[in-house]
């Protein structure tokens, strides 16, 4: 089990088991494992307790796995409350059945994360490096890869026992490829001119103030950590930067270029080595009179380079024989060589290309040699500082000034700026979703925050403006234009209502939509893949109920466009399994076992939930089970 756990680490599956093994790293970080015995906690699993502290990594953790994709703050926070829960009522529920995974097994899999590793094996000094930065003993990272994997073997062994049926399989094509007879009506949306009244007018406002705000504005103090920064305090000496470029200097040198042709004369069933040798010696000598490229073409026996000349390309070294190698490597250009004889026979070759290997002298590249030279020696600084700058940002979380004086950092002040806009650092959207976070608002340093390898940055609260309503006055235009949008969509709305009730009464979509003055569309056949169909649109056509008794199922489906569609479902056809799709068999076999698999194990930890001691103190989160 733990060989294919490693195995998928290393795919597709690495989202699961690196996330739930990375908590300690990631997620939580060192505040997880230290209470000062003030706080109080938000919920608790059992004996577990959760602090607001713990919701906030993994709210921020969960922002950044939305990749910038808009999110209600709420909800998101609701989620990582929630997905904290699951963990751990999962992790009690293993440890009460008493799975284990031996401790050598454990060390195995540790060898082979990627974090640890260097050029393929496991580095110690990475290992304690890396356990250091979070000030967590190898004990207590140890039980934290074991509850990982004794959670993830415990899912995988739900997961790899499921399996589909034929009768799962044919069911799901003949859901998939269902075909659905329809005529609908489009309702458009008829801008509105009407002027509303001023009671009209406040009320809206009233009830959307929202939408007529300033938004929530902040300022912040922050110190920087830069590896940029700190390489320029960096001494040097010209000895130093000499003997540095002298350990480079491949860096600063092109290698040689050189392109050969060659004319092949083989030995094979056909030709022996005497009578391939005599070729390639007349050939050679008839090169004196005539061009390389046109006896290659004419005589050479490799006749897909012969076409081109006998060109092979930039000739590497090491990719042919050693002969081969040697003469090809010993020419000056526009040479032949004498016969060389390889495995395939005997070859003339020619260097028709050749750039001479250049290293840049010293005195031209001093200035890029010094900074590359303090860089490499303040990469250690940096690493080091960084760990300073968590461990007293943290300690002193009050002010960024110890951190500042400690480590010689200015303390720097943004403008203001919003939660979707910013200038300077505050344009970077990490930056401001950490400035936002509760940990900041609520006056705490943040934990430092990796802008780039490079940067670490740690933010403090300097200025909170919440978000301000603007004046009636001022945005009156604007909430006349949204109130008659919004008679106009509710006009829309009441037309489909008043269509769709004369459908359910019996009477014909046709007349109906004669009587609206609106054109009926009809769709027969369609497919849940038909393109160019509004995909909203077919997704409710094929939600809708199957008619009953010949008589059609009516819906109305309300587009993004504020446009309604009045739908007719006519017939049904169940879809049949094509011969494309028996060539896909085995996929959507797996595809349905994972789905069941997926379901079965949710269903599961929904159950133990359920039975479990859960509290949530926290407002607007699940209620309390």
């Not at 390489?231 to 392109?259: C, L």
């Not at 990719?319 to 060389?340: I, N």
Request: charged share 25%.
């Amino acid at each position: 089990m733990l060989t294919k756990i490693r195995e998928k680490s290393q795919g597709a599956f690495a989202g699961v088991i690196l996330t739930v093994i990375c908590v300690p790293f990631v997620l939580w970080g060192i505040n997880n494992y230290i209470n000062d015995g003030q706080e109080a906690p938000i919920a608790s699993v059992g004996k577990k307790d959760f602090y607001q502290r713990d919701v906030n990594k993994a709210y921020e953790k969960y922002q950044q796995s939305l990749g910038g994709i808009a999110a209600d703050e709420q909800n998101i926070k609701s989620q990582s409350l929630s997905k904290l829960i699951k963990d751990e009522v999962l992790l009690q529920y293993v440890h009460q059945k008493g799975l284990t995974i031996t401790d050598d097994a454990i060390r195995d899999f540790v060898y082979t994360l990627p974090y640890f590793q260097t050029d393929g094996k496991f580095d110690e000094a990475k290992y304690k490096q890396l356990l250091s930065s979070q000030r967590m003993a190898s004990p207590e990272f140890v039980a934290q890869i074991k509850n990982a994997l004794v959670m993830e073997q415990f899912q995988q062994s739900i997961l790899n026992s499921s399996f589909a049926t034929p009768y799962d399989i044919e069911r799901v094509f003949k859901i998939q490829n269902q075909q659905r007879d329809v005529e609908y009506v489009t309702i458009p949306v008829t801008a509105s001119t009407e002027i509303p009244s001023d009671d009209a007018i406040n009320l809206y406002y009233q009830a959307h103030q929202t939408q007529y705000q300033l938004p929530e504005q902040m300022s912040v103090e922050y110190i920087e950590l830069s590896l940029e920064d700190l390489a320029k305090t960096i001494e040097v000496t010209d000895e130093k930067v000499k003997a540095f470029y002298d350990e480079q200097s491949a860096q600063y040198s092109t290698p040689e270029r050189r392109k050969i042709s060659h004319i092949l004369f083989e030995i094979n069933d056909k030709q022996d080595e005497k009578t391939a040798l005599e070729k390639a010696n007349q050939a050679k000598v008839a090169l004196a009179n005539k061009d390389f490229s046109a006896v290659a073409g004419e005589l050479s026996d490799d006749k897909l380079t012969g076409k081109n000349g006998g060109d092979l390309g930039l000739f590497s070294a090491g990719v042919m024989e050693k002969d081969f190698d040697a003469a090809a490597t010993a020419l000056k250009q526009g040479e032949v060589s004498v016969p060389v004889k390889s495995q395939f026979g005997y070859h003339l070759v020619k260097v028709t290309e050749l750039t001479p290997a250049e290293t840049k002298p010293f005195a031209s590249v001093k200035t890029e040699v010094t900074k590359a030279y303090q860089k490499a020696q303040a990469e250690n600084l940096f690493y080091q500082q960084g760990e300073s700058l968590t461990e007293i940002s943290y300690q002193n979380s009050d002010n960024l000034q110890a951190a500042a004086n400690q480590l010689h950092l200015t303390i720097k002040k943004t403008g203001l700026f919003t939660k979707t806009q910013g200038e300077g650092i505050a344009a970077d959207e990490k930056i401001r979703g950490v400035a936002f976070s509760d940990e900041v608002l609520q006056g705490a340093n943040s934990t430092p925050i990796e802008v780039s390898n490079d940067r670490l940055v740690v933010l403090r609260l300097a200025e909170h403006k919440a978000a301000e309503n603007k004046p009636l006055a001022d945005v009156k235009t604007d909430v006349i234009k949204a109130v008659q949008a919004e008679q106009a969509q509710q006009k829309v709305i009441e037309t489909a209502k008043a269509m769709k009730t004369k459908l359910l009464a019996g009477e014909n979509l046709a007349k109906v939509a004669e009587d609206y003055k609106l054109p009926v569309q009809k769709m027969v056949g369609l497919t849940r893949m038909k393109k160019d169909f509004n995909v909203m649109l077919n997704d409710a056509i094929f939600k809708a109920a199957k008619p009953v008794a010949d008589k059609a199922t009516i819906l109305t489906v309300a587009l993004p466009s504020h446009e309604q569609v009045v739908v007719s479902l006519s017939k049904v056809h169940d879809g049949i399994m094509s011969e494309e799709d028996k060539k896909r068999i085995e996929m959507a076999k797996k595809n349905i076992t994972k789905a069941i698999g997926d379901s079965e194990f949710n269903a599961l930890i929904n159950t133990l939930e359920e039975k479990a001691d859960v509290e949530i103190k926290m407002p607007n989160t699940p209620a309390t089970q």
